[in-house]
């Protein structure tokens, strides 16, 4: 006699699970679904996105991590894809397309294997071996770049803003932007750092991109705050100041009992004096500027113009730390401290209404650390995403001047690690050979894109892009213009060597990681939570 067995439930009971296979090609799926949707946006001809949040505000761009930070997706799974495209953001700023499509094909390429029934741990340990060979290999490739190569440090700068909105006048914007990021480059043990955090992007709608320019000091979106003052000052001597010239409030509730209208104006004269001795302190310290992070009292404006000193209030305290490094002045915390040896030095400081704004000009700066690009754009949608482009630019150009390692784009580079992991498999035993050679394949994907979103066959280019590898020519690549096979190094298509070991690294790990999950538990408590995990199909949040 056979007893029935209660089935015993441990999760509550609107919890949805989903197990083994149907979890694995679940969050297949949804990672291939983010990879398909930014990769039309790869390469010279790739295509860009409108993006139209709830509020309806509008993102038109190709750039990978802006697309899938706007793009609400809701899948865990889709979540992880899109922390290979911040981190590789976050480590260069570029190159966060090719990251993600590089790990939802690696995923597409797994899910061939698990169907053949081999484990998803050898498959994950399969992946990681080509990994580590890959970066060896690329290392290998990569060519030396000196940092006062300009020419070579341009091209790398036209090749991260070519396909991007910023296209129309790449050539002015790479000189502009090689300028910037030599100016404020420092050497630290025998190497070069830039910290982006010094080039300030200040965009102005309303005129061509060729009117862009570099400003050696800081462009600050503030107003002079008084209408007395001089506008324009040569020869600037600047008090930075993080402290207001008012009169403090104390802490405590105090009580002043006046009995004769004499006391009071004697109160009053007081509060004008305290006012007075700040402005005659600025003075006296040979300022003829100040930019204040706080307050500027009404009355202390008015002393301030009559004794011809430019000021302006209210200076984030990022824009602050900035004229620091570009004057070579002191942010002081006190007025009494002010003295000539703690000011910055500019050529000139200057006002000037830049589109419907005033903005103030801290420019001609001596050796300035910190300097400012000036983007302009005919609408707003356009000059964001030429700022986009300038800081891709930009995080690349870092990434040189500091790694020294340059490798060719087009997909040549791509094409040449494909073909020797293909020779590395042969040297492997086990059924890890199977998951290189899917490794191998899924480089492939690179190449692949740019011919598809060029209109050209991706058949016949890959077929003479492996013939040109194999008679050695390491930098064979697309040209996308003219469909034919090109020297990409010849031709000035330079990528930093960071971004492909940077988006090699990130995306093995996480397709590694989603391939080793075989068990999918969402909690149903949560009413924001996704009400289903699908079987088939795309998977929730996951349509434009």
Same mark, same amino acid.
């Given at each position: 006699?056979?007893?029935?067995?209660?089935?015993?439930?441990?999760?509550?009971?609107?919890?949805?699970?989903?197990?083994?296979?149907?979890?694995?090609?679940?969050?297949?799926?949804?990672?291939?679904?983010?990879?398909?949707?930014?990769?039309?946006?790869?390469?010279?001809?790739?295509?860009?996105?409108?993006?139209?949040?709830?509020?309806?505000?509008?993102?038109?761009?190709?750039?990978?991590?802006?697309?899938?930070? +706007?793009?609400?997706?809701?899948?865990?799974?889709?979540?992880?894809?899109?922390?290979?495209?911040?981190?590789?953001?976050?480590?260069?700023?570029?190159?966060?397309?090719?990251?993600?499509?590089?790990?939802?094909?690696?995923?597409?390429?797994?899910?061939?294997?698990?169907?053949?029934?081999?484990?998803?741990?050898?498959?994950?340990?399969?992946?990681?071996?080509?990994?580590?060979?890959?970066? &060896?290999?690329?290392?290998?490739?990569?060519?030396?770049?000196?940092?006062?190569?300009?020419?070579? =440090?341009?091209?790398?700068?036209?090749?991260?803003?070519?396909?991007?909105?910023?296209?129309?006048?790449?050539?002015?914007?790479?000189?502009?932007?090689?300028?910037?990021?030599?100016?404020?480059?420092?050497?630290?043990?025998?190497?070069?750092?830039?910290?982006?955090?010094?080039?300030?992007?200040?965009?102005?709608?309303?005129?061509?991109?060729?009117?862009?320019?570099?400003?050696?000091?800081?462009? #600050?979106?503030?107003?002079?705050?008084?209408?007395?003052?001089?506008?324009?000052?040569?020869?600037?001597?600047?008090?930075?100041?993080?402290?207001?010239?008012?009169?403090?409030?104390?802490?405590?509730?105090?009580?002043?009992?006046?009995?004769?209208?004499?006391? #009071?104006?004697?109160?009053?004269?007081?509060?004008?004096?305290?006012?007075?001795?700040?402005?005659?302190?600025?003075?006296?310290?040979?300022? &003829?500027? =100040?930019?204040?992070?706080?307050?500027?009292?009404? $009355?202390?404006?008015?002393?301030?113009?009559?004794?011809?000193?430019?000021?302006?209030?209210?200076?984030?305290?990022?824009?602050?730390?900035?004229?620091?490094?570009?004057? /070579?002045?002191?942010?002081?915390?006190?007025?009494?401290?002010?003295?000539?040896?703690? #000011?910055?030095?500019?050529?000139?400081?200057?006002?000037?209404?830049? !589109?419907?704004?005033?903005?103030?000009?801290?420019?001609?700066?001596?050796?300035?650390?910190?300097?400012?690009?000036?983007?302009? !754009?005919?609408?707003?949608?356009?000059?964001?995403?030429?700022?986009?482009?300038?800081?891709?630019?930009?995080?690349?150009?870092?990434?040189?001047?500091?790694?020294? &390692?340059?490798? @060719?784009?087009?997909?040549?580079?791509?094409?040449?690690?494909?073909?020797?992991?293909?020779?590395?498999?042969?040297?492997?035993?086990?059924? +890890?050979?199977?998951?290189?050679?899917?490794? @191998?394949?899924?480089?492939?994907?690179?190449?692949?894109?740019?011919?598809?979103?060029?209109? $050209?066959?991706? $058949?016949?280019?890959?077929?003479? #892009?492996?013939?040109?590898?194999?008679?050695?020519?390491?930098?064979?690549?697309?040209?996308?213009?003219?469909? +034919?096979?090109?020297?990409?190094?010849?031709? !000035?298509?330079?990528?930093?060597?960071?971004?492909?070991?940077?988006?090699?690294?990130?995306?093995?790990?996480?397709?590694?990681?989603?391939?080793?999950?075989?068990?999918?538990?969402?909690?149903?408590?949560?009413?924001?939570?996704?009400?289903?995990?699908?079987? /088939?199909?795309?998977?929730?949040?996951?349509?434009?």
């Amino acid at each position: 006699m056979t007893d029935n067995i209660q089935p015993i439930f441990i999760l509550p009971e609107d919890t949805k699970r989903t197990t083994g296979k149907d979890a694995q090609r679940n969050n297949i799926l949804a990672a291939k679904a983010v990879a398909q949707t930014v990769r039309t946006t790869l390469g010279p001809k790739g295509m860009d996105k409108m993006i139209v949040d709830s509020m309806g505000d509008v993102i038109i761009t190709n750039d990978g991590v802006t697309i899938l930070k +706007e793009m609400q997706i809701e899948h865990p799974a889709a979540k992880m894809i899109i922390e290979v495209a911040k981190t590789q953001e976050g480590a260069i700023g570029d190159g966060t397309t090719t990251a993600v499509v590089l790990a939802g094909e690696l995923l597409k390429k797994a899910e061939d294997l698990l169907d053949q029934n081999i484990h998803p741990t050898v498959l994950a340990k399969g992946y990681r071996i080509a990994e580590t060979e890959a970066q &060896n290999i690329l290392r290998k490739l990569s060519e030396k770049v000196s940092p006062d190569d300009k020419d070579s =440090l341009r091209k790398i700068a036209i090749t991260a803003m070519t396909g991007k909105g910023a296209e129309a006048s790449k050539e002015l914007l790479a000189d502009l932007i090689v300028t910037a990021v030599k100016r404020v480059a420092i050497e630290e043990h025998n190497k070069l750092i830039v910290n982006l955090d010094d080039i300030k992007i200040e965009k102005r709608i309303g005129e061509s991109t060729s009117k862009s320019e570099l400003i050696e000091g800081i462009v #600050l979106d503030k107003e002079i705050v008084h209408p007395e003052m001089p506008k324009k000052i040569i020869n600037a001597k600047i008090a930075l100041l993080d402290a207001a010239l008012e009169i403090k409030n104390t802490e405590i509730d105090a009580k002043i009992q006046i009995t004769d209208p004499m006391q #009071l104006s004697s109160f009053l004269d007081q509060e004008e004096r305290t006012l007075r001795d700040m402005v005659s302190k600025v003075k006296a310290s040979g300022a &003829n500027v =100040l930019l204040c992070q706080k307050g500027i009292d009404d $009355l202390a404006q008015h002393f301030l113009a009559k004794e011809g000193i430019l000021a302006a209030r209210r200076i984030k305290k990022s824009d602050m730390e900035k004229l620091a490094r570009a004057t /070579s002045g002191k942010i002081m915390s006190t007025w009494k401290e002010l003295s000539s040896s703690e #000011l910055g030095q500019a050529g000139l400081v200057r006002q000037e209404k830049v !589109g419907e704004e005033d903005m103030i000009f801290v420019e001609k700066c001596k050796n300035p650390k910190a300097v400012t690009i000036l983007v302009y !754009g005919g609408t707003e949608h356009v000059t964001e995403e030429i700022k986009r482009a300038v800081t891709d630019a930009l995080g690349d150009l870092a990434a040189v001047l500091h790694e020294g &390692n340059v490798v @060719a784009g087009a997909g040549a580079v791509e094409m040449e690690l494909a073909q020797s992991l293909r020779k590395f498999m042969a040297t492997l035993n086990g059924r +890890e050979q199977l998951a290189v050679q899917a490794f @191998a394949e899924a480089m492939e994907i690179i190449p692949r894109t740019l011919a598809e979103n060029a209109g $050209l066959d991706p $058949l016949d280019i890959l077929v003479k #892009l492996r013939a040109a590898h194999d008679q050695g020519k390491k930098w064979a690549g697309i040209n996308v213009f003219s469909g +034919e096979i090109m020297d990409a190094w010849n031709e !000035g298509v330079l990528e930093p060597l960071k971004i492909k070991t940077q988006a090699l690294s990130s995306a093995t790990e996480v397709a590694e990681m989603i391939l080793r999950i075989d068990d999918v538990i969402m909690g149903g408590s949560n009413k924001n939570n996704m009400n289903h995990m699908p079987t /088939s199909g795309m998977p929730p949040g996951m349509g434009m």
